[in-house]
């Protein structure tokens, strides 16, 4: 019988495979890496108040596992090892939208209340995505003026769709408004499709479902010209954008066939800031820096839902591509981060 795997166990087995197919050895890799900058922009943080909070609704695990064990000290140990600097945190899927809007409302508060004292406490190590309580519009529009004006935390995560509602629609405009007027930087996290519409097969939701819910969000996104509409937002798209660089043509094609006009399809996925987590293999890079070279992509490492020899395999991948010259590489490792996100950048 065939043996159907989580999302955990399947990428340390992906990371450990990643080594066995690299050209050394990425663990070795991390002394000379310690001193180039790296800031982590795919960082999730899983506090008590949220695992107790979905606990008590009956919800341990996503993805098929139950949630992994995580503390600051773990992550920041973790960066220490892979010469990492600073990473900006974020909750993942499954979020915390279950039905009950005044449930949502208070777990974001929660969330962002316990992000903003994390950054306090670590300013150098950690910034941080507010988490939004979707779908009610309302209510986030009161958590965005809460969480970026009077916490100032560093930007806004969206799941790739709210209660089956792709990001890209219409209905989020409200929120779009509010995002653009402040400059805000939106982290676009995958998540399952709603409803659970996708084929049963022996696979981790992640491994495949993520990268389609991510070019569905980014799919939608170009249709409805969410970029050319809220030009001041800065979109980040996880795993490197799952399918969409791949079918650039193909958006193109549907936007001139709906409105007559492709030209600036191209133009806004070149606008998107795509994020490496598990997409570091040169398959994944050779398209991605085809369309956005190396100025709109940064590092990410997925973790802890991606264990630590991941991402040290992420690095060496990185430091391996030969698609990058060093300049490149030192702005995929921090420097676009930093355009975002200036108050990391350290001084000598």
Not at 212 to 235: L, W
């Amino acid at each position: 019988m065939e043996k159907r795997i989580n999302r955990r166990s399947f990428l340390r087995v992906a990371g450990l495979t990643g080594l066995a197919l690299s050209t050394g050895n990425a663990l070795a890799a991390n002394s000379s890496e310690q001193q180039d900058y790296k800031i982590d922009v795919h960082h999730h943080i899983i506090p008590p108040i949220y695992t107790n909070a979905l606990a008590k609704i009956g919800i341990t695990e996503t993805n098929g596992a139950p949630f992994p064990k995580w503390s600051p000290e773990q992550s920041i140990n973790m960066m220490d090892r892979n010469g990492i600097n600073a990473a900006i945190t974020s909750i993942s899927a499954p979020g915390i939208y279950f039905g009950n809007s005044a449930f949502t409302a208070d777990l974001a508060k929660r969330c962002n209340d316990y992000s903003a004292n994390l950054v306090a406490k670590y300013p150098t190590r950690f910034g941080a995505f507010a988490v939004l309580p979707l779908p009610d519009i309302d209510a986030a529009l009161k958590a965005i003026e809460y969480a970026l004006d009077s916490l100032k935390l560093d930007g806004v995560v969206l799941l790739t769709n709210i209660n089956g509602q792709y990001i890209g629609n219409p209905d989020f405009y409200d929120v779009y408004e509010e995002l653009n007027i402040r400059k805000a930087t939106v982290y676009v996290h995958p998540t399952e499709p709603a409803k659970g519409k996708f084929p049963d097969m022996p696979l981790p939701p992640s491994f495949l479902e993520f990268m389609f819910d991510t070019t569905r969000a980014v799919a939608t996104m170009v249709q409805y010209r969410t970029m050319e509409r809220f030009p001041g937002i800065r979109f980040i798209v996880s795993h490197a954008g799952g399918a969409a660089p791949y079918l650039t043509w193909k958006m193109s094609l549907i936007a001139r066939y709906s409105y007559g006009n492709d030209s600036n399809v191209i133009r806004n996925l070149q606008s998107l800031y795509y994020d490496t987590a598990l997409s570091t293999s040169v398959y994944s890079l050779d398209c991605l820096q085809k369309l956005v070279g190396s100025s709109h992509i940064l590092f990410g490492s997925d973790y802890p839902f991606a264990p630590e020899i991941v991402t040290s395999n992420s690095i060496f991948d990185l430091k391996s591509y030969q698609g990058f010259d060093d300049k490149g590489r030192m702005s995929v490792n921090s420097g676009n981060a930093l355009n975002l996100f200036p108050r990391l950048k350290v001084e000598n």
